[in-house]
Structures are given as structure tokens and as C-alpha cells.
């Protein structure tokens, strides 16, 4: 019984990447992915992950010990939202996604603020701060060059009052934000956009 559920497992892990395939080799520009798409469902990206999660995914692939499956400079877009906090090298991830992405292609990264509480789970690997936007400045030669980065803050209520009036003085003195006032008015998550 053990070998037949595990020839039925192994059949439909080919047929899904076997469909996934057919859905890469038919896709049409602009090519997005999601990638640690999870079960966040995002119409006209690829969605990549580790695992199947809910029939979502499209290309099964361990980011974190594997090349994306996609060639060098053949992607316009990446977006990865809360996922690089739960891996243990984000660099090596950032590598490979500067490696796929076209010349002008755009990199969109999600992650909890660590001043935030959902920050501080069993599962995350590593914290972000607005200060991380200096790994992307081409000074660390492991997250790729980039030829322009935003970043950008969101309060866990996006129409209250800390949005309304501290995310102004947050992006204009972000250090002294973090410094000092951080543990006591945290923010939800941070918003790199990197172009290559």
C-alpha cells in the first residue's frame, strides 16, 4: 500500500511539473513570478515554491538549495512577499533572482519590519529593517547590482493615523526611526523595489 500511495504521489508531482512546463513554454510576455508564492494566488504571475500548497503553484522548486529553473535574463518581474524572512541565505535567493531577471526588470520584496511582532516567529530566519536597503546599493557583491531602489513602509492599520503621520518622517529620517522610536510605533513590513 506504502509503494502504491508513493507511486500515485510520484505521478502527480511529474504531471504537475509536466503542466507547469507547458504553462512556461506557452507564456507570454511581460513574465512574472511569485516567487514563495504559497497560497498567495497572484493572476498572470508563475507561481513558485517550494511545495504545492493548494494546487496554486506552478513550478516546484527549493529556492534556497536550487537555481531558479529559468534562464539568465529572461524574466521581467519578481515579486516575493514575506518569504525571504524564512529563509537561512536571502543573499543566495537575491543572487538568483538579479541572475533571471532582465536588464530593467523589476524586484518587488515584502518582509515584516523586525519591530513588528509577526516578525518574531518560530519560522523566520532572519529580521529586515529599512537599513537593509544598503545591501542593495551594488557594496555587496552577493545581492547582485542594482541600477535603482524604493523602499517604502506600511503600518498594520494602512489608513490610520501612524501612516498618515509618521510614515512622512519615517521615510524622510529612517535611521533615527529605527534608532529610536521603532520598539514603541512598529512598523507592519517594508517594501524594497529593485530594478535591475
Not at 40 to 49: I, R
Amino acid at each position: 500500500m506504502d509503494d502504491n500511495f508513493n507511486i500515485k504521489m510520484e505521478t502527480a508531482v511529474k504531471q504537475v511539473l509536466i503542466n507547469s512546463k507547458k504553462r512556461f513554454d506557452e507564456w507570454t510576455s511581460p513574465k512574472k513570478i511569485n516567487l514563495g508564492a504559497g497560497t498567495d494566488y497572484k493572476p498572470g504571475y508563475l507561481g513558485v515554491d517550494r511545495q504545492n500548497w493548494d494546487g496554486h503553484i506552478d513550478i516546484i522548486c527549493d529556492f534556497e538549495k536550487e537555481k531558479l529553473p529559468f534562464e539568465d535574463n529572461s524574466v521581467d518581474e519578481v515579486y516575493c512577499a514575506h518569504t525571504l524572512e524564512h529563509v537561512s541565505n536571502p543573499e543566495i535567493v537575491i543572487g538568483e533572482v538579479h541572475r533571471i531577471l532582465k536588464t530593467g526588470g523589476l524586484f518587488h520584496i515584502l518582509v515584516p519590519h523586525y519591530s513588528h511582532p509577526n516578525s518574531h516567529v518560530c519560522v523566520h530566519k532572519n529580521y529586515w529593517g529599512i537599513n537593509n536597503k544598503i545591501l542593495f546599493d551594488g557594496g555587496y557583491h552577493e545581492f547582485g547590482k542594482w541600477s535603482s531602489l524604493e523602499w517604502d513602509i506600511n503600518f498594520a492599520n494602512p489608513n490610520g493615523l501612524k501612516q498618515k503621520i509618521l510614515k512622512p518622517f519615517i521615510k524622510r529620517y529612517p535611521s533615527v526611526y529605527e534608532g529610536h522610536f521603532a520598539a514603541i510605533m512598529p512598523i507592519a513590513d517594508i517594501h524594497f523595489k529593485l530594478i535591475k
